[in-house]
């Protein structure tokens, strides 16, 4: 008689043939594919429709509570923009009557066009009935800005901001309130102090930009990715040197590789720029200890983050290799294992990417060669987890897989802790993780 109670077998393979984590739960699937997500954007191995299809299919197999947790963190803690806009999407019909849905709309929902770009998720397959909790998640979102938001982020899209109040009739606290959003359903809100607007209305570049970077009225990520233009039209050098020192404005939500695109863009201001980024990461605390770590810098990651940019997972990845607070052995890996000089900021970027070759991917030989090295007290890799080769456990007690892209299968699992993203926010993750483990 044959058998029918055999052993399972993992049959799960990377996009490059190595063996896979097989059956993943749908919470780990789900954070898998959200947290170093760029919605509907392709990437090396998969196009955009594919994962936002298996983000919308995992979603609505984890409990409602775990899905608006995880929302939020793409949101807070990754500082990611469209996908929690899906997700809340999938929590609107998971949780349908539950306050859930309200309360994680509206946390999630934190500049004034984002009620408008949820609302288009919700009808990017036809117009519909819009949930309650939806609706009541988006008032209470409403309610939290001011005319300035309002106005900077009244956009000419399919969705706008007055489509957003008829749906939606949110209920004003006051007279004032009142009034302001009649002036948005009306669009007379007085007209924003930005450089959108101010050069949409022919205003000198030099003047404008000038003006709003000493009234603080230029976001951060807004100076950084105006570098270039800003010293075409000849605005003021030190002003702007001064102003990319200062960090204010946002600059606690501006991921590290910004700072990279920015310095590519424009390479004069690069010395202000690394001082910036090493100012941002004199703020978190060190890692105990010594830490190895490995960055991918194979041929995959050469993708682009997203159709309009031009940096790639591998600008993500070294500038989280060159951030690590603490004691550090770098590494690089692609067909072979290169020891890099663990410099920080910009110098570390520029030590990571021209390392070698990028070429296959030889992961599981690199953590072979590492798990021989004397004593280290953790190992982080930072990787699109795409290997050629079966990949070891390892012998760190703390061990590490930061994945920087959203492919379905992947390798850092059992006795590796799984995270995903490409936030410095990581960093506070794991040492949340070690402080917990030694109560």
């Known amino acids: 008689m044959a058998r029918i109670n055999l052993p399972r077998r993992n049959t799960e393979k990377t996009h490059e043939g190595a063996p896979a984590f097989g059956h993943l739960n749908a919470e780990s699937q789900l954070r898998r594919s959200v947290m170093s997500c760029l ?183 807004a100076l950084l990715r105006n570098l270039r233009n800003m010293a075409a039209a000849g605005v003021d050098d030190a002003l702007i040197r001064g102003s990319i020192l200062a960090r204010t404005n946002g600059a606690h939500r501006v991921l590290p590789f910004r700072y990279v695109a920015a310095a590519k863009a424009a390479p004069q201001f690069e010395p202000e720029l690394d001082a910036a980024l090493l100012a941002a990461i004199q703020e978190m605390k060190p890692l105990d200890g010594l830490t190895v770590v490995l960055v991918d810098v194979s041929g995959s990651m050469d993708e682009r983050l997203s159709a309009k940019s031009d940096m790639t997972r591998i600008h993500a990845a070294a500038a989280l290799g060159a951030i690590i607070p603490g004691q550090v052995r770098l590494y690089t890996f692609s067909n072979k294992l290169v020891e890099v000089p663990p410099r920080k900021a910009m110098s570390g970027v520029d030590a990571i990417i021209h390392s070698q070759s990028h070429q296959g991917t030889e992961l599981g030989g690199a953590v072979q060669i590492i798990n021989s090295a004397p004593h280290h007290d953790r190992l982080i890799v930072i990787t699109d987890e795409q290997s050629h080769d079966r990949v070891p456990d390892p012998v760190a007690k703390r061990a590490y897989m930061i994945n920087v892209a959203s492919a379905k299968n992947g390798v850092g699992y059992g006795r590796w802790t799984h995270i995903d993203g490409f936030s410095e926010g990581i960093f506070r993750y794991i040492r949340e993780i070690e402080n917990e483990s030694m109560r």
């Open 39 to 221: 919605l509907w954007e392709r990437e090396f191995y998969e196009d955009g429709q594919t994962i936002t299809d298996r983000i919308v299919e995992t979603a609505a197999k984890v409990t409602p509570a775990f899905l608006a947790e995880v929302a939020i963190e793409a949101r807070e803690v990754m500082h990611l923009r469209h996908v929690p806009l899906l997700l809340l999407d999938v929590l609107s019909k998971t949780a349908s009557g539950s306050p859930l849905v309200s309360e994680t709309v509206a946390r999630v929902l934190q500049r004034a066009d984002e009620p408008a770009e949820l609302l288009s998720v919700f009808w990017r397959n036809g117009r519909k009935m819009v949930p309650g909790g939806m609706r009541k998640g988006i008032a209470k979102a409403l309610a939290k800005f001011d005319e300035y938001q309002l106005a900077k982020y009244d956009r000419d899209g399919a969705v706008k901001l007055r489509d957003v109040l008829r749906v939606v009739r949110p209920t004003p606290a006051n007279a004032e309130q009142s009034a302001l959003w009649k002036r948005a359903k009306d669009r007379t809100l007085q007209t924003p102090d930005t450089w959108e607007v101010e050069l949409s209305a022919g205003k000198a570049k030099k003047e404008t930009f000038e003006r709003l970077i000493r009234d603080g009225n230029l976001g951060y990520l």
